[in-house]
């Protein structure tokens, strides 16, 4: 027990050493940002709330922020999962097969150039006012950075490792799952980390338009209200998820994904 408390503190230390920098920005960023609010705000807490009020307010909303973070959070979560089958599994088809690619690919691309927020009134005509809206906005929103990755890696496989599939009669799909897969994995996930804060921010925009709930429904609703500390505390709290979301799947990716020396 004592041997695990020890490594838990040593790795604390380690985390602080290799942050402290941003703490002590972070830290200087409140500071300033108190002595504004309090000696040269003159529009109040309505126009810029003070570090305290944004606890004060935050604290009064508790429960509120609580029960939003869990739903942003899960309809993200689940945005995420979604982006990640299907943008890698049509990847993989678009990388493998030149009809699919030359019937799906101008759809796609012309999908991706349209503004997201245009799309978003759409997607509540299809999928309601409810959750699957937001999911669905969600998925797509964080769906294109994994698909082109996903394309990227599975393409990007040496010439060498064709010849030697060839040589030893592997088949298309031997050679999809033994070898461009593989080489594909740290493309992949290079899209999946930025598919993660993106399926945040597609779960919020939904949310301002489809539910009114989650964390995007108390954005709206604190500025209705006037309660710019409650707004601020959102958006402290989508950011804190959003960091932590990321720290999380990038230490799961690490572990996933294979360095350059084991695929030499």
């Known amino acids: 027990m004592k041997r695990e408390s020890k490594t838990a503190i040593s790795a604390l230390r380690a985390w602080v050493s290799r942050v402290r920098l941003s703490l002590a920005l972070v830290g200087l960023t409140v500071i300033c940002w108190q002595i504004y609010s309090m000696f040269f705000n003159e529009m109040g807490d309505q126009y810029l709330p003070s570090p305290m009020t944004t606890l004060q307010e935050s604290y009064l909303h508790r429960y509120d922020l609580a029960e939003g973070l869990l739903y ?8 995420l999962v979604c982006a990640v089958v299907v943008g890698v599994v ?13 019937g799906f690919l101008p759809a796609i691309v012309f999908g991706y150039a349209l503004p997201a927020a245009v799309l978003a009134p759409v997607f509540v005509i299809w999928f309601g006012t409810g959750l699957m809206s937001v999911i669905a906005f969600s998925t797509w929103i964080s769906f294109f950075s994994v698909f082109v990755n996903t394309v990227t890696g599975l ?14 009669g592997a088949s298309r799909w031997q050679m999809l799952i033994h070898v461009r897969l593989w080489v594909a994995l740290p493309f992949i996930a290079s ?18 338009i ?8 108390q954005i709206v609703r604190g500025l209705f209200e006037f309660q710019l500390g409650w707004v601020f505390g959102v958006l402290a709290t989508i950011m804190l998820f959003s960091i932590a979301l990321y720290k999380l799947t990038s230490t799961v990716l690490a572990y996933a994904t294979p360095t350059d020396e084991s695929l030499s």
């Open 90 to 102: 049509l990847g993989a088809l678009l990388a493998e097969s030149y009809y699919v690619r030359q």
């Open 191 to 208: 899209g999946i980390r930025v598919a993660v804060t993106l399926s945040v921010v597609g779960a919020i925009i939904a949310e301002f």
């Open 210 to 217: 489809a539910t009114g709930g989650g964390l995007g429904g």
């Open 155 to 168: 393409t990007a496989a040496e010439e060498e490792f064709e010849q030697l599939g060839d040589l030893l």
């Open 72 to 79: 942003t959070g899960g309809s993200a979560l689940a945005g």
